[in-house]
């Protein structure tokens, strides 16, 4: 399909486990970025990449890493899951030729840290 | 720096009323806005997109907005709510040269029958 997808849409894990949350767009898009989305914050910055291999941190980045080898995936990994992770998670991807910045969002995936 | 206030973050309407969704803006730079909709269990998606090219903006299903740079305000407005509107609202603004986007923080748009 063509897009961007997330994988799971759904996760439940414990507390200390390794989870990796994955992104994957059909556009070529150079930039993509990860947030979560909690109640009465909003959607917040967690990382970003500007093109394969580039990547930067973004307003809450701790207790999450990132890696991009091919442009089309974007995968976020928590390495050992808090309770405080429990959140919905977006990526979203942008065209660097697009001036405006316009984002396109992915489905989501809702992660439950038990 | 870049910031959105979304002004109420429930608002509730009757279907056939008015919908007025408020969307105020702080940038140093000359901005572009947008208006995402999130429907449950859904990502988000774009609504409509300010670019400079004219103060009022028409989107999809009906909504359109209009950029006041005197009240830096872009207020998303619909004539007529419709039950299917019900979704979350964001409102969110980009420099043009940061790639980053700053949302506010959503309103949640309700429509009683």
């Known amino acids: 399909d063509a897009g961007i997808t997330q994988s799971p849409r759904y996760k439940i894990t414990e507390t200390g486990r390794q989870v990796t949350l994955m992104c994957h767009q059909t556009?070529?898009?150079?930039?993509m970025f990860w947030y979560r989305q909690d109640l009465g914050h909003g959607l917040r910055l967690i990382y970003y990449?500007?093109?394969?291999?580039?990547?930067d941190k973004g307003e809450v980045p701790d207790g999450y890493v990132v890696s991009r080898s091919k442009t089309e995936n974007f995968p976020l990994t928590l390495e050992s899951a808090t309770r405080s992770q429990t959140s919905v998670y977006f990526c979203?991807?942008?065209?660097?030729?697009?001036?405006?910045?316009?984002?396109?969002f992915g489905p989501g995936t809702r992660l439950t840290v038990l | 720096a870049q910031s959105v206030t979304q002004l109420g973050s429930h608002v509730s309407v009757s279907e056939g009323a008015l919908v007025l969704l408020r969307c105020n803006y702080s940038?140093?730079?000359?901005?572009?806005l947008f208006w995402y909709v999130q429907y449950p269990n859904q990502g988000l998606q774009l609504l409509l997109k300010?670019?400079?090219?004219?103060?009022l903006v028409k989107g999809i299903n009906g909504f359109e907005a209009e950029f006041k740079k005197s009240e830096t305000s872009f207020h998303l407005t619909k004539p007529s709510a419709h039950m299917s509107d019900a979704a979350e609202y964001f409102c969110?603004?980009?420099?043009?040269?940061?790639?980053?986007?700053?949302f506010g923080k959503g309103t949640l748009l309700t429509v009683n029958p």
């Open positions: 979203a991807s942008k065209d660097r030729g697009d001036f405006t910045d316009t984002q396109y």
């Open positions: 556009w070529s898009h150079s930039y």
């Open positions: 990449s500007a093109a394969a291999d580039i990547t």
């Open positions: 940038s140093s730079v000359p901005p572009y």
């Open positions: 300010y670019t400079s090219a004219a103060t």
């Open positions: 969110a603004v980009s420099g043009g040269s940061n790639y980053k986007l700053t």
